[in-house]
């Protein structure tokens, strides 16, 4: 069954969403369980105090969505446009575990990620221009195949995270922590050589 509208203080369990619009409005004390959302437009929609466990989204529009007091954990995001969204708003304390996001083709450019727990985050094939990752913990965090050109990394914990076949990877080692990640051999050159280090065959 697909449902026609989102409302406040709404709780629905493994329904689908469908060409919901729902631009700049705000929607409070809302819980999805299970839910799937499919080309719906959520930008620039305040969700405050709304809840999303285990949904998944495909092909919406969520940029400069805003999610102030927001939990949500094990939400998967394919082909969606969210550019510009502060994940720093959100709730990510209160619940009991945290599953990872996962990320598979979306456009996530402008993004702020600032200091945020993460671990196993999953950035696949996405665009992630301009993101902000510093002091945040994003140890076995997947960016394979992703665009990072221009995102900021510092204090960031990467430890296992695989960055392979990743682009424009601008990372300094000395400032952040690696151990373990895995990078393609280019991009591996690319780093060392945005260091300043000379390489020679």
Same mark, same amino acid.
């Given at each position: 069954? /697909?449902?026609?509208?989102? /409302? ?5 369990? #493994? ?9 700049? %409005?705000?929607?409070?004390? !809302?819980?999805?369980? =299970? ?19 285990? &949904?998944?989204?495909?092909? &919406? ?8 007091? /927001? ?27 945290? =599953? ?25 094939? &996405?665009?992630?221009?301009? %993101? =902000? ?17 221009? #995102? ?13 076949? %990743?682009?424009? /990877? ?17 991009? !591996? ?13």
């Amino acid at each position: 069954m /697909t449902v026609e509208q989102i /409302t406040n203080h709404m709780d629905v369990f #493994a329904e689908n969403f469908k060409e919901i619009n729902l631009h700049s %409005a705000k929607i409070v004390k !809302a819980e999805f369980d =299970d839910c799937t959302f499919v080309s719906c437009d959520f930008s620039e929609t305040f969700f405050s105090s709304c809840r999303f466990i285990g &949904c998944r989204f495909e092909n &919406c529009n969520l940029s400069l969505m805003k999610l102030t007091d /927001t939990k949500m954990s094990g939400v998967t995001f394919v082909s969606c446009k969210m550019i510009g969204i502060d994940w720093t708003m959100a709730n990510w304390e209160s619940l009991l575990s945290v =599953d990872p996001l996962h990320f598979h083709e979306c456009l996530l450019n402008d993004s702020n990620f600032f200091g945020l727990s993460l671990g196993g985050v999953v950035m696949t094939e &996405c665009r992630i221009t301009e %993101a =902000d990752f510093r002091n945040a913990l994003l140890q076995k965090s997947d960016f394979r195949g992703s665009d990072l050109k221009g #995102a900021l990394f510092g204090n960031t914990h990467l430890e296992n995270a695989n960055f392979t076949q %990743a682009q424009n /990877t601008i990372i300094d080692l000395r400032i952040n922590y690696l151990k373990g990640a895995i990078f393609s051999r280019y991009e !591996a050159l690319f780093l060392l050589e945005s260091m300043g280090i000379v390489l020679v065959d």
